[in-house]
């Protein structure tokens, strides 16, 4: 099979270009081959007429070819300054000692960033920044060295609605300066916000180059996928509202709070209801999801569930009362990436019953196939490490883990993002369906769109509060006044 | 018929180098037959006053405080921890005992006695070493020290714990039915091996027949995500320092058994790092997650093994730190992918080289 067959891609100077294609369609892989990392079986790279190889990303680099990754690769133990200019210190004199000219490392990565409008102080620690700023750091020394073709993977993934204006802005220079920008990202809106023209891959294979303008968002998705996608609605778990009403719901949350994280906050959760979760990145929608599943320790309010009163200390006591959290970060904070699918799957199960009784292989095998089936995971055996997964059945897996230990209150932290459309269309579905089936569903989003879809009932935060309630089927335009207004 | 089933042993032999086990198997394997030609008669084993005799039990018997360390220090390992603070444990547990022993000989008695009884002795000092543990792992988890820092200060303040149990002076303990620990039989076999072998088999067993190995390896692995999916990791990875101290106790007892006496500044010297070592040739990786019981015992036999082959080989005391330093260095060599790939590399070029200056002649 090859990763990569027969692809075409073509960048003009002061254009922005937009990659797109499902998870496994290539994309990463046409990075690697335009920035060095892997070499090409067959075909040529030309720049500005030249024919190149490049042999390695600093080789790439040196041509005029710089990246920005998904992940930041920038030392967070370095200030802001260091990181800019690591590798190409500004010196003094010889006879001045020879040293790194600190006051120009500063100097210098004062005016780059200013020039970039980001306004962080350059000699703080780059971790002590969030990682919507340590992107803009990367993106700023990626485009200090003088770069002619830029390529950014996935960059806004991180990002909130304003950090994303403020990177196309940015973009926007750079392309004004005449540079040929690559653009990797799942965002349909990103791309016709900034996109000149869009390639888009499928299965390895070149399938268009499109100017985005003429280009419909449903031609656009059909050619991703390959077929048509009906959006999913929520709408027949709003008629079976009023059966849900009468019973007492499942988790009532009084003023939790935790100073830093989240003003004290009211939320209450019924059987077979999705409570939507919306705001902005840095609203307090993470931290709402963490001090009810017991991850940080709430400072006020109380939690009920079930009508028993007291506060979850540990995600374990969470878990012992019928909870579970998919975490947003799926790498670091939800799977363990050396395990295999099925150890994956069974671990909250077994850590809820504890070091006895052990479930034997066979059980494990069982409630594994059960649910590799169910959700249509697709991976070569259930003993393949879950690391070597794509995004979307690494989702689906963690998704596994909670639905084995059959939760009566499930917390979604971000569950489509990273994952193809085809992918996020089947999570959608699969919640519809628990919810269906009386569970209570908590999805937090940064796409409001997704949450005003899916939702029941909708809470909105702004800066760490809550800014009200809104009731489902209310539209995108709603939930962004709600933010808006002050 | 007959052909499938070579072809299979074949497919096994040809897959056997990728076992996790085949290079600590092969080192071990490769030293015992040097020992065996430096000393002829090493791998004889004979029976002699009602138990087993041979240069091979005595390295299994001497080895067997190092594989309860090593067994102890694997599983904090696996869970990215380290204690250092084993060999200070070792003091510890050996000047508890020997004092609630007690150290005086009484040449007009007729059978040498103890303060308290035997049993108490031992509970006495595995349950201080356990407290030790429970130190260090409190420290790590609750204090939120990293486990290098964390066990240091019981390594050093060890001794000097160690040394105010014993007064500040080694002392001797009288009391016959204790030097069984570390140098009596049972069953022909070498009480020490035994109690080293049973450890092994708990671990085993508690890794196997519960969910400590999952456990184990998803918060090496892991820690946040298995924390999140409920793991009590902090439980589990406190539990695994007052192991560790717990079989650091153990090998105080059969070492200060086995010399009859507790010395607070030496007994256990330099025991972590062995311990460290021995996890290390066995596979287990120092990031936590990966770990092999199996191989760790193999690790702590290689160097046991080490040490007897250079006692036998005459090596003079001055320079037996440096021969085991090089035949380490040895080991680790040859259990290095890299280096023995670069190792065939060269082998084909030099072969390809003589071919090619072969074909030229001719």
Same mark, same amino acid.
């Given at each position: 099979?090859?990763?990569?067959?027969?692809?075409?891609?073509?960048?003009?100077?002061?254009? &922005?270009?937009?990659?797109?294609?499902?998870?496994?369609?290539?994309?990463?892989?046409?990075?690697?081959?335009?920035?060095?990392?892997?070499?090409?079986?067959?075909?040529?790279?030309?720049?500005?007429?030249?024919?190149?190889?490049?042999?390695?990303?600093?080789?790439?680099?040196?041509?005029?070819?710089?990246? @920005?990754?998904?992940?930041?690769?920038?030392?967070?133990?370095?200030?802001?300054?260091?990181?800019?200019?690591?590798?190409?210190?500004?010196?003094?004199?010889?006879?001045?000692?020879?040293?790194?000219?600190?006051?120009?490392?500063?100097?210098?990565?004062?005016?780059?960033?200013?020039?970039?409008?980001?306004?962080?102080?350059?000699?703080?620690?780059? =971790?002590?920044?969030?990682?919507?700023?340590?992107?803009?750091?990367?993106?700023?020394?990626?485009?200090?060295?003088?770069?002619?073709?830029?390529?950014?993977?996935?960059?806004?993934?991180?990002?909130? =609605?304003?950090?994303?204006?403020?990177?196309?802005?940015?973009?926007?220079?750079?392309?004004?300066?005449?540079?040929?920008?690559?653009?990797?990202?799942?965002?349909?809106?990103?791309?016709?916000?900034?996109?000149?023209?869009?390639? @888009?891959?499928?299965?390895?294979?070149?399938?268009?180059?499109?100017?985005?303008?003429?280009?419909?968002?449903?031609?656009?998705?059909?050619?991703?996928?390959?077929?048509?996608?009906?959006?999913?609605?929520?709408?027949?778990?709003?008629?079976?509202?009023?059966?849900?009403?009468?019973?007492?719901?499942?988790?009532?949350?009084?003023?939790?709070?935790?100073?830093?994280?989240?003003?004290?906050?009211?939320?209450?959760?019924?059987?077979?209801?999705?409570?939507?979760?919306?705001?902005?990145?840095?609203?307090?929608?993470?931290?709402?999801?963490?001090?009810?599943?017991?991850?940080?320790?709430?400072?006020?309010?109380?939690?009920?569930?079930?009508?028993?009163?007291?506060?979850?200390?540990?995600?374990?006591?969470?878990?012992?009362?019928?909870?579970?959290?998919?975490?947003?970060?799926?790498?670091?904070?939800?799977?363990?990436?050396?395990?295999?699918?099925?150890?994956?799957?069974?671990?909250?199960?077994?850590?809820?019953?504890?070091? @006895?009784?052990?479930?034997?292989?066979?059980?494990?095998?069982?409630?594994?196939?059960?649910?590799?089936?169910?959700?249509?995971?697709?991976?070569?055996?259930?003993?393949?490490? &879950?690391?070597?997964?794509?995004?979307?059945?690494?989702?689906?897996?963690?998704?596994?883990?909670?639905?084995?230990?059959?939760?009566?209150?499930?917390?979604?932290?971000?569950?489509?993002?990273?994952?193809?459309?085809?992918?996020?269309?089947?999570?959608?579905?699969?919640?519809?369906?628990?919810?269906?089936?009386?569970?209570?569903?908590?999805?937090?989003?940064?796409?409001?769109?997704?949450?005003?879809?899916?939702?029941?009932?909708?809470? @909105?935060?702004?800066?760490?509060?809550?800014?009200?309630?809104?009731?489902?089927?209310?539209?995108?335009?709603?939930?962004?006044?709600?933010?808006?207004?002050? | 018929?007959?052909?499938?089933?070579?072809?299979?042993?074949?497919?096994?032999?040809?897959?056997?180098?990728?076992?996790?086990?085949?290079?600590?198997?092969?080192?071990?394997?490769?030293?015992?037959?040097?020992?065996?030609?430096?000393?002829?008669?090493?791998?004889?084993?004979?029976?002699?006053?009602?138990?087993?005799?041979?240069?091979?039990?005595?390295?299994?018997?001497?080895?067997?405080?190092?594989?309860?360390?090593?067994?102890?220090?694997?599983?904090?390992?696996?869970?990215?921890?380290?204690?250092?603070?084993?060999?200070?444990?070792?003091?510890?547990?050996?000047?508890?005992?020997?004092?609630?022993?007690?150290?005086?000989?009484?040449?007009?008695?007729?059978?040498?006695?103890?303060?308290?009884?035997?049993?108490?002795?031992?509970?006495?000092?595995?349950?201080?070493?356990?407290?030790?543990?429970?130190?260090?792992?409190?420290?790590?988890?609750?204090?939120?020290?990293?486990?290098?820092?964390?066990?240091?200060?019981?390594?050093?303040?060890?001794?000097?714990?160690?040394?105010?149990?014993?007064?500040?002076?080694?002392?001797?303990?009288?009391?016959?039915?204790?030097?069984?620990?570390?140098?009596?039989?049972?069953?022909?076999?070498?009480?020490?091996?035994?109690?080293?072998?049973?450890?092994?088999?708990?671990?085993?067993?508690?890794?196997?027949?519960?969910?400590?190995?999952?456990?184990?390896?998803?918060?090496?692995?892991?820690?946040?995500?298995?924390?999140?999916?409920?793991?009590?990791?902090?439980?589990?990875?406190?539990?695994?320092?007052?192991?560790?101290?717990?079989?650091?106790?153990?090998?105080?007892?059969?070492?200060?058994?086995?010399?009859?006496?507790?010395?607070?500044?030496?007994?256990?010297?330099?025991?972590?790092?062995?311990?460290?070592?021995?996890?290390?040739?066995?596979?287990?990786?120092?990031?936590?997650?990966?770990?092999?019981?199996?191989?760790?015992?193999?690790?702590?036999?290689?160097?046991?093994?080490?040490?007897?082959?250079?006692?036998?080989?005459?090596?003079?005391?001055?320079?037996?730190?440096?021969?085991?330093?090089?035949?380490?260095?040895?080991?680790?060599?040859?259990?290095?992918?890299?280096?023995?790939?670069?190792?065939?590399?060269?082998?084909?070029?030099?072969?390809?080289?003589?071919?090619?200056?072969?074909?030229?002649?001719?």
């Amino acid at each position: 099979m090859r990763a990569l067959d027969d692809v075409e891609l073509c960048l003009r100077a002061g254009e &922005v270009h937009a990659l797109m294609g499902q998870n496994g369609a290539g994309k990463s892989t046409l990075i690697k081959v335009l920035t060095g990392v892997c070499a090409p079986e067959a075909g040529s790279i030309e720049l500005e007429g030249q024919p190149i190889q490049p042999t390695s990303p600093l080789h790439a680099q040196r041509l005029g070819i710089s990246t @920005v990754y998904q992940e930041v690769n920038l030392c967070p133990n370095l200030t802001v300054a260091e990181n800019l200019f690591a590798g190409r210190y500004p010196r003094r004199a010889w006879w001045r000692g020879g040293g790194i000219n600190w006051s120009a490392v500063n100097r210098e990565a004062r005016r780059v960033l200013t020039a970039l409008q980001v306004d962080v102080e350059v000699t703080r620690l780059l =971790a002590t920044y969030p990682v919507a700023i340590q992107q803009m750091v990367a993106i700023a020394r990626a485009t200090n060295i003088s770069a002619r073709v830029l390529i950014l993977d996935e960059p806004t993934s991180s990002l909130d =609605a304003d950090e994303v204006q403020q990177l196309f802005a940015v973009l926007d220079r750079l392309r004004r300066q005449g540079m040929a920008i690559l653009f990797v990202t799942h965002f349909l809106d990103q791309v016709y916000a900034i996109s000149d023209r869009v390639t @888009v891959l499928r299965n390895g294979r070149f399938v268009g180059e499109y100017v985005a303008r003429e280009l419909s968002r449903e031609a656009l998705i059909t050619a991703m996928v390959g077929r048509e996608i009906a959006p999913v609605t929520n709408a027949v778990t709003t008629q079976g509202q009023a059966a849900k009403v009468t019973s007492a719901p499942v988790l009532q949350a009084k003023a939790i709070g935790r100073k830093g994280q989240l003003q004290p906050t009211d939320i209450e959760l019924n059987r077979g209801e999705i409570l939507g979760v919306a705001g902005l990145l840095g609203s307090g929608r993470t931290e709402l999801a963490r001090l009810l599943f017991g991850l940080d320790p709430a400072d006020s309010g109380e939690i009920g569930v079930n009508g028993k009163r007291g506060l979850l200390r540990s995600p374990a006591d969470a878990i012992a009362q019928g909870l579970a959290l998919c975490p947003e970060e799926r790498k670091t904070e939800g799977l363990v990436a050396d395990l295999s699918v099925r150890e994956n799957i069974v671990l909250a199960l077994q850590a809820r019953s504890g070091l @006895v009784p052990h479930l034997s292989p066979e059980a494990q095998q069982r409630i594994a196939e059960r649910l590799v089936a169910a959700l249509g995971i697709k991976a070569a055996s259930i003993d393949t490490p &879950v690391g070597q997964l794509s995004g979307g059945n690494q989702q689906k897996v963690l998704l596994a883990r909670w639905l084995a230990t059959n939760p009566q209150l499930l917390i979604l932290d971000e569950p489509t993002r990273g994952i193809d459309v085809a992918a996020k269309q089947e999570i959608m579905n699969e919640i519809v369906g628990l919810a269906r089936d009386g569970m209570a569903v908590m999805f937090i989003s940064a796409e409001i769109e997704e949450v005003v879809r899916l939702s029941d009932r909708i809470v @909105v935060l702004r800066d760490r509060r809550k800014a009200g309630e809104l009731p489902g089927g209310c539209g995108e335009q709603a939930v962004y006044e709600l933010i808006a207004r002050h | 018929m007959d052909s499938v089933r070579r072809d299979r042993i074949g497919d096994g032999l040809r897959r056997l180098p990728a076992h996790p086990l085949f290079w600590p198997v092969t080192a071990l394997a490769v030293l015992l037959i040097i020992a065996a030609i430096v000393q002829p008669g090493f791998l004889r084993i004979g029976w002699v006053d009602g138990h087993l005799h041979g240069s091979l039990i005595d390295v299994l018997n001497r080895a067997a405080p190092l594989m309860l360390v090593a067994i102890g220090m694997t599983l904090v390992i696996a869970l990215r921890g380290l204690d250092i603070s084993v060999g200070a444990v070792v003091a510890i547990s050996a000047a508890v005992a020997a004092v609630m022993i007690g150290g005086s000989l009484d040449p007009h008695a007729a059978e040498q006695t103890s303060r308290v009884p035997l049993g108490v002795a031992i509970a006495g000092a595995l349950g201080v070493a356990m407290l030790c543990g429970l130190w260090n792992g409190l420290l790590v988890v609750k204090a939120g020290m990293q486990p290098i820092v964390a066990t240091l200060i019981l390594m050093v303040a060890g001794r000097g714990i160690a040394q105010l149990i014993t007064d500040g002076r080694i002392i001797t303990v009288y009391y016959s039915p204790y030097f069984h620990i570390g140098n009596g039989f049972l069953g022909g076999l070498p009480f020490a091996l035994i109690i080293a072998a049973l450890t092994a088999v708990a671990v085993y067993l508690a890794l196997t027949r519960t969910a400590l190995g999952l456990f184990v390896r998803s918060i090496g692995t892991n820690p946040v995500a298995a924390r999140v999916a409920g793991v009590r990791s902090r439980l589990i990875t406190v539990c695994s320092y007052v192991f560790c101290s717990l079989t650091a106790g153990l090998a105080g007892l059969i070492i200060s058994s086995n010399v009859k006496s507790a010395d607070g500044n030496n007994a256990g010297q330099l025991m972590e790092l062995d311990a460290i070592l021995a996890v290390t040739l066995g596979g287990t990786s120092l990031a936590g997650g990966r770990f092999s019981l199996a191989g760790t015992i193999v690790g702590a036999l290689i160097l046991q093994t080490l040490t007897a082959l250079i006692y036998a080989s005459g090596v003079p005391p001055e320079v037996n730190m440096v021969v085991k330093a090089v035949l380490v260095f040895a080991v680790m060599l040859l259990q290095s992918p890299e280096f023995r790939a670069l190792v065939v590399k060269e082998a084909l070029n030099r072969r390809a080289a003589r071919s090619k200056a072969h074909h030229e002649r001719s």
